[in-house]
C-alpha cells in the first residue's frame, strides 16, 4: 500500500494498558485495514468522523546525509506508546484520529560507511514516498500529523500539499536552524530551501532560530527569499519582544500570505530532548505546546510536522528516551488537535 506499513490491531493491543472504570485514547482511535485501498481507508474514517491522521516516517538518513548523528528512527512508536495510554474524555474521545502507520523506509536505510552522497540519494527516493502518501491524505480532506524522521521530509510534505491545494504554502518552523541550507543533494538541513525552488513554499517562517547556528551564506539565502525569523536570542535570552508578541505577528503575517499554513517543529528546539542535534540552550516544552496551540488555532492550518526526536540519543539511555520523548510528541499532539478543533 504505497510503501506503507500500517498500524494494526495487534500494534495497539501491544501499547495499550487498560484499567477498569477508565477509556483510553487507544481504545477509540481509528486504524486502517490491509484489504483496503489507502484512499478508501481515509475515506471510510472520515466517514466514521476522523479529522487527523497520525502517521510516521521512522529514518535517520536525512541527519545522516547532513552529516549529522542517527538515531530519528523510532519516535513514532515513542510517541504512540504514550498517545494511546492517555484519556479518552469530553476533551478528546479519540474517534477523531485515524492512526495510519509508518511510510516504510527499512530498504532506503544505509550503514554507517555510506557516503552523503549515497546517503543523499537515498532521501530523494525517500521525498518520492512521502508526496505519494501525503497526497492521499490531502486529498481525503484530513489533516496529517507526521512524527519522526529528519526534517528533510518537510519537503515531501509541502510537495505534496501544494499538488493538493493548488498553491504553495506559507510554512513557520520552531527551529534553531532555518534548514535553508544550498541545494547540495537533499538532507534534513534544506528541505524548505529545495521546497522554496520548487514552487511549494510561498512564504517562510523561523521563530527560535538561534543567531549562530545558522551560516551566513544560509542567512543570505534565506533573506534573498524573502524568509523572516525571531531569533532565540530576542525571546528567550535577551527578551526584546515575548513569545506571545512574536505569535501574535506571525500569525498576522501567515494570514496576510492567504496561504494554507504547515506548521513544522523540530524536536531539538526544545532544551534537552533527544534528537539529531540536542541542545543545552533551547525553549521550554510548554513554550512549544504554545506555539502549535497558538498558531493551528488562529490560522488556516493543513498539517502539524513534528521531526528529528531520536529516542536512543536521550543521555540516561534508549529506555528514558522513550518515555520523555513520547510524552512530548504526545502533548504536541493534543495541541494541535485541541486548537484544530477549536479553531478560530
Not at 30 to 42: I, V
Request: charged content about 15%.
Amino acid at each position: 500500500m504505497l510503501n506503507l506499513s500500517l498500524f494494526t490491531e495487534d500494534n495497539r493491543h501491544s501499547l495499550l494498558s487498560t484499567r477498569d472504570g477508565e477509556t483510553k485514547l487507544g481504545q477509540q482511535v481509528q486504524l486502517a485495514s490491509a484489504a483496503q485501498s489507502l484512499a478508501d481507508n481515509l475515506s471510510q474514517a472520515k466517514t466514521n468522523g476522523a479529522r487527523f491522521v497520525i502517521l510516521g516516517i521512522g529514518e535517520d538518513i536525512g541527519p545522516r546525509a547532513n552529516l549529522g548523528r542517527g538515531g530519528a528512527t523510532n519516535a513514532f512508536e515513542s510517541a504512540m506508546a504514550q498517545f494511546l495510554n492517555l484519556q479518552s474524555n469530553r476533551f478528546l474521545n479519540g474517534q477523531q484520529c485515524l492512526v495510519l502507520g509508518q511510510i516504510s523506509t527499512q530498504d532506503l536505510q544505509l550503514d554507517a560507511n555510506s557516503s552523503a552522497e549515497q546517503l543523499r540519494e537515498q532521501v530523494s527516493n525517500l521525498d518520492e514516498r512521502v508526496i505519494k502518501v501525503l497526497s492521499a491524505v490531502f486529498e481525503s480532506g484530513l489533516e496529517p500529523i507526521v512524527i519522526g524522521g529528519g526534517h528533510n521530509n518537510a519537503y515531501g510534505l509541502l510537495m505534496a500539499a501544494k499538488t493538493s491545494f493548488k498553491r504553495p504554502l506559507a510554512a513557520v518552523n520552531l527551529d534553531p536552524h532555518s534548514d535553508f541550507r544550498p541545494k547540495e543533494g537533499r538532507h534534513s538541513g534544506n528541505g524548505f530551501s529545495y521546497a522554496a525552488a520548487s514552487g511549494a513554499l510561498g512564504y517562510y517562517h523561523v521563530l527560535g532560530l538561534h543567531e549562530l547556528k545558522n551560516s551566513e551564506t544560509t542567512l543570505q539565502q534565506l533573506e534573498t527569499f524573502g524568509g523572516h525569523w525571531h531569533s532565540l536570542q530576542q525571546i528567550w535570552v535577551r527578551q526584546e519582544l515575548s513569545l506571545e508578541t512574536a505569535l501574535k505577528q506571525i500569525a498576522k503575517q501567515l494570514n496576510n500570505t492567504q496561504l494554507p499554513v504547515a506548521i513544522e517543529l523540530d524536536l531539538d528546539a526544545i532544551t534537552n530532548m533527544p534528537s539529531s542535534a540536542s541542545t543545552a540552550a533551547g525553549i521550554p516544552l510548554l513554550d512549544a505546546l504554545k506555539y502549535v496551540n497558538y498558531i493551528a488555532k488562529h490560522c488556516p492550518s493543513v498539517y502539524l510536522h513534528l521531526a528529528e526526536a531520536a529516542p536512543s540519543c536521550h543521555v540516561a539511555g534508549e529506555a528514558a528516551g522513550h518515555r520523555e520523548t513520547g510524552q512530548s510528541i504526545s502533548e504536541l499532539i493534543y495541541s494541535y488537535i485541541n486548537a484544530r478543533i477549536n479553531a478560530l
